[in-house]
């Protein structure tokens, strides 16, 4: 299979996403935050661009404003204020790096790479395209912009699969660097915050990030393509038929839903009345708990019925007794369950590779369905 880094990084966003762009096909309409992406990535390497004379912050700004495109925003607020974050990203880039100082090599640099399933030696290609790659004092660095508003922790970016994939990328094309891969670092640059965040990877984790690939690759060749609601959503151009989003537009697709509405108005504000009822009935039952108490009595009585007072008892086993009991009887090891919570309380320490390995061994136990609410 010939994936793009791109492809792959949609399929674990949102496999439907991935499905309506590489399976049918459909040509995505650009959101007016991919366009904006497109512009900063532009201006960036307007920015570093080797063959000029390390531009301004005036030229930049200029190049930024040149290329604005005001078409993708539904009104003249919203498009003020991309603009001026626009503007502020740069003007914050200026503050923080001295644009002379680098030494790159490379600027949006393509790549393709193979990778072979040792099980059945089937190759696959993956490619894409690495933003920036630099010269450093003693090795090189791998640059990777986002515009998104949240950064993620400094572990995510340890384990950033995309990031083991552009070095394993460079490393196709610098392979003598694999002996000095602590001073090869990558990084992601976060242009809303002007932080950069950086790391390096082993051996190990390149070859975990293969296998991750593979796994990837096997997963689409189930066939299987579901919604995955995220704050990326807001990026997909997707939208207007994506069965998560598309009732949003039902004015546009002039659909006759009067009905419907009322349904879901009736169904939110129910709701909303149940879980106020409901504090309003432990509200109650605190107080005739107390009353109870104060008088010494187990019923009460009213003209409307009475209520009683009943004591539950709830018991659970001490685990180090019943193991000394069961364990000589060969029955303890089939009363353990998998606990779920535990395990992933556990999960955070354990290693990449062995966090892969539970997430392989994961089965579909049971499917509902269940409606959730987000009030506006
Ligand atoms: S809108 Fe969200 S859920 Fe729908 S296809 Fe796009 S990314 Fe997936």
């Given at each position: 299979m010939r994936l793009s880094y791109s492809a792959l990084d949609s399929f674990q966003n949102c496999s439907l996403k991935y499905k309506f762009q590489n399976i049918d096909k459909i040509k995505e309409p650009k959101s007016k935050e991919a366009v904006f992406g497109t512009l900063i990535h532009s201006t960036m390497k307007f920015i570093h661009n080797p063959a000029l004379l390390a531009p301004k912050m005036e030229d930049a700004l200029d190049f930024f404003s040149k290329n604005w495109n005001s078409d993708v925003f539904e009104d003249e607020l919203e498009e003020r204020s991309a603009f001026s974050m626009g503007v502020a990203m740069i003007q914050q880039y200026y503050k923080k790096n001295v644009i002379s100082d680098y030494n790159i090599i490379d600027l949006e640099s393509r790549f393709a790479i193979e990778i072979t399933d040792p099980k059945n030696g089937t190759g696959h290609i993956i490619s894409g395209i690495i933003d920036r790659i630099d010269?450093?004092?003693?090795?090189?660095e791998i640059i990777d912009y986002k515009t998104t508003k949240k950064m993620p922790s400094q572990?995510?970016?340890?384990?950033?699969?995309?990031?083991?994939?552009?070095?394993?990328?460079?490393?196709?094309?610098?392979?003598?660097?694999?002996?000095?891969?602590?001073?090869?670092?990558?990084?992601?640059?976060?242009?809303?915050?002007?932080?950069?965040?950086?790391?390096?990877?082993?051996?190990?984790?390149?070859?975990t990030a293969k296998q991750l690939f593979l796994d990837v690759i096997a997963e689409i060749e189930k066939g299987i393509f579901v919604p995955n609601v995220t704050p990326l959503c807001d990026w997909c151009g997707f939208q207007k038929i994506c069965p998560m989003w598309k009732h949003k537009f039902k004015d546009e697709r002039k659909i006759d839903s009067e009905e419907i509405n009322?349904?879901?108005?009736?169904?939110?504000?129910?709701?909303?009345?149940?879980?106020?009822?409901?504090?309003q009935f432990a509200q109650l039952q605190e107080k005739i708990t107390k009353y109870m108490e104060q008088e010494g009595v187990e019923r009460v009585f009213s003209d409307e019925g009475i209520i009683a007072q009943t004591l539950r008892k709830t018991y659970k086993y001490d685990e180090k007794q019943l193991r000394e009991i069961l364990e000589p009887l060969d029955k303890w090891e089939s009363i353990l369950k998998v606990d779920g919570i535990a395990l992933k309380n556990i999960m955070s320490v354990l290693s990449p590779g062995i966090r892969q390995d539970v997430e392989r061994a994961r089965v579909l136990d049971k499917e509902s369905k269940s409606l959730t609410i987000k009030k506006k």
């Amino acid at each position: 299979m010939r994936l793009s880094y791109s492809a792959l990084d949609s399929f674990q966003n949102c496999s439907l996403k991935y499905k309506f762009q590489n399976i049918d096909k459909i040509k995505e309409p650009k959101s007016k935050e991919a366009v904006f992406g497109t512009l900063i990535h532009s201006t960036m390497k307007f920015i570093h661009n080797p063959a000029l004379l390390a531009p301004k912050m005036e030229d930049a700004l200029d190049f930024f404003s040149k290329n604005w495109n005001s078409d993708v925003f539904e009104d003249e607020l919203e498009e003020r204020s991309a603009f001026s974050m626009g503007v502020a990203m740069i003007q914050q880039y200026y503050k923080k790096n001295v644009i002379s100082d680098y030494n790159i090599i490379d600027l949006e640099s393509r790549f393709a790479i193979e990778i072979t399933d040792p099980k059945n030696g089937t190759g696959h290609i993956i490619s894409g395209i690495i933003d920036r790659i630099d010269k450093t004092e003693d090795g090189y660095e791998i640059i990777d912009y986002k515009t998104t508003k949240k950064m993620p922790s400094q572990d995510k970016v340890d384990n950033d699969l995309q990031l083991s994939v552009y070095l394993n990328a460079f490393l196709a094309r610098y392979p003598k660097e694999a002996a000095n891969l602590d001073k090869v670092t990558v990084s992601l640059y976060y242009l809303k915050h002007n932080v950069k965040l950086s790391s390096t990877r082993s051996l190990e984790q390149l070859n975990t990030a293969k296998q991750l690939f593979l796994d990837v690759i096997a997963e689409i060749e189930k066939g299987i393509f579901v919604p995955n609601v995220t704050p990326l959503c807001d990026w997909c151009g997707f939208q207007k038929i994506c069965p998560m989003w598309k009732h949003k537009f039902k004015d546009e697709r002039k659909i006759d839903s009067e009905e419907i509405n009322a349904v879901i108005g009736d169904y939110i504000n129910l709701k909303s009345a149940i879980a106020s009822t409901k504090t309003q009935f432990a509200q109650l039952q605190e107080k005739i708990t107390k009353y109870m108490e104060q008088e010494g009595v187990e019923r009460v009585f009213s003209d409307e019925g009475i209520i009683a007072q009943t004591l539950r008892k709830t018991y659970k086993y001490d685990e180090k007794q019943l193991r000394e009991i069961l364990e000589p009887l060969d029955k303890w090891e089939s009363i353990l369950k998998v606990d779920g919570i535990a395990l992933k309380n556990i999960m955070s320490v354990l290693s990449p590779g062995i966090r892969q390995d539970v997430e392989r061994a994961r089965v579909l136990d049971k499917e509902s369905k269940s409606l959730t609410i987000k009030k506006k």
